[in-house]
């Protein structure tokens, strides 16, 4: 039931193959103290990285999704809506 695209990329990473893959997006990392800027309706969003997660309006938070979703009222991946590719 997965995508070909999906499957493709399980099988690289499993076999140890170097190249693009979906399933490397999903492990981004950002060093603690990076700080993300984004201006969503003419609103400038600061969120700080931290050890722990995010900071956002002075609240942690465990996901960039999470802040997207409360900034947009919509369901966002956090890394496409921040800029992190």
Known sequence: GLRASLRRAITQKASGEDGPSKLAAASIS???GTRL???WNGTTHVV???DAGYVWNGKSHR???AIAREITGARWS???FFGIQ
Request: hydrophobic share 25%; charged share 35%; net charge positive.
């Open 48 to 50: 700080d990285v931290t």
């Open 30 to 32: 950002l060093k603690p």
């Open 37 to 39: 800027l984004r201006d």
């Open 63 to 65: 996901s960039l999704s």
């Open 78 to 80: 956090g890394p496409r």
